[in-house]
C-alpha cells in the first residue's frame, strides 16, 4: 500500500481565498507530481518535480504553485481560488521515472469546490 | 484527436463474467502500458504494466498489448463485485521524464 498522504480530502472555499492542499509521501521518492482531474475525464498533469528545489510545470496550464523544500513535502497553492478551479487534486510519487517502468503512486485525492 | 481512447463506459456484468476493457492510442512510440484501477472517491491504484508488445498476467487480470494495431487490453476473468470501478489505462514512451497519458477510464459494474 502506498504511503502517500493528501489533506483535506474534502474543502468548500469562496471565491477569492488562498488555499494550499497538502501532501507528503514517507517513501523517499525523489519524483512528485500533481494531477487534475475532473468527473468522467483524464488525468492532467499540473506540476511536478525532479527533487528538492526542482519544480516544473506540466502538461494542463494551471494557475497554481507549487514548492518542494523537502524530499517528502510537495505542496500546492491557489493564491485566489475561483469557481474554475473546482475539481478533484490528487499527488502522486515514483521512485524514478514511470518511463522506465516504474510505478506511479497516488493519494486519495482532494475534492476542492470553490463558491 | 486525443493520444489515448477508451470507452467511458458504463460497462455492467453478472458476478463471474469475464470483462473486456480496451484503449486505442495513436503514439506509436509509446513503450510503456499501465492499468490503473480508481475506487470512488479514491485515488488510481496500479494494476498491471507491460513493456512493449504481448502479454502479462497476474491472478485474474491478464493485460494485453498489440502495438501493430495500437490497442491494448485488459481482460479480467471471474470478475467480482469488489472489481467494479473505473479502469484507466495509461502510456508512455521510454526513457528519462516522459508524461504519462491517461485514458478517460471505463466504469464497470459487477453485478452480483
Known amino acids: 500500500e502506498a504511503d502517500i498522504y493528501q489533506t483535506p480530502r474534502y474543502l468548500v472555499i469562496g471565491t477569492g481565498k488562498k488555499i494550499t492542499l497538502e501532501c507528503s509521501q514517507t517513501?523517499?521518492?525523489?519524483?512528485m507530481y500533481w494531477y487534475q482531474q475532473d468527473p468522467g475525464m483524464e488525468l492532467h498533469l499540473i506540476h511536478y518535480?525532479?527533487?528538492?528545489?526542482?519544480?516544473e510545470k506540466g502538461d494542463l496550464s494551471s494557475e497554481s504553485t507549487v514548492s518542494r523544500i523537502r524530499t517528502e513535502h510537495f505542496p500546492l497553492t491557489l493564491e485566489s481560488a475561483r469557481p474554475s478551479h473546482t475539481s478533484q487534486y490528487l499527488c502522486?510519487?515514483?521512485?524514478?521515472?514511470?518511463?522506465?517502468?516504474?510505478?506511479?503512486?497516488f493519494g486519495e485525492g482532494s475534492w476542492l469546490t470553490v463558491v | 484527436q486525443k493520444e489515448v481512447e477508451q470507452d467511458p463506459g458504463p460497462l455492467s456484468v453478472p458476478e463471474g463474467a469475464i470483462v473486456s476493457l480496451n484503449c486505442t492510442y495513436s503514439?506509436?512510440?509509446?513503450?510503456?502500458f499501465m492499468w490503473y484501477r480508481q475506487y470512488s472517491r479514491k485515488g488510481p491504484e496500479l494494476l498491471m504494466y507491460?513493456?512493449?508488445?504481448g502479454n502479462k498476467e497476474d491472478g485474474r487480470f491478464t493485460a494485453q498489448v498489440d502495438k501493430s494495431s495500437k490497442y491494448i487490453s485488459l481482460f479480467i476473468r471471474d470478475s467480482q463485485p469488489s472489481d467494479s470501478a473505473t479502469y484507466l489505462c495509461?502510456?508512455?514512451?521510454?526513457?528519462?521524464?516522459?508524461?504519462?497519458?491517461f485514458g478517460t477510464g471505463t466504469k464497470l459494474q459487477v453485478i452480483p
Open positions: 502522486a510519487s515514483s521512485d524514478s521515472w514511470p518511463s522506465s517502468g516504474n510505478t506511479i503512486y
Open positions: 517513501m523517499g521518492h525523489d519524483k
Open positions: 518535480s525532479y527533487g528538492v528545489n526542482s519544480t
Open positions: 503514439n506509436s512510440a509509446f513503450q510503456y
Open positions: 507491460t513493456y512493449s508488445s
Open positions: 495509461a502510456m508512455s514512451r521510454s526513457g528519462g521524464y516522459q508524461k504519462v497519458t
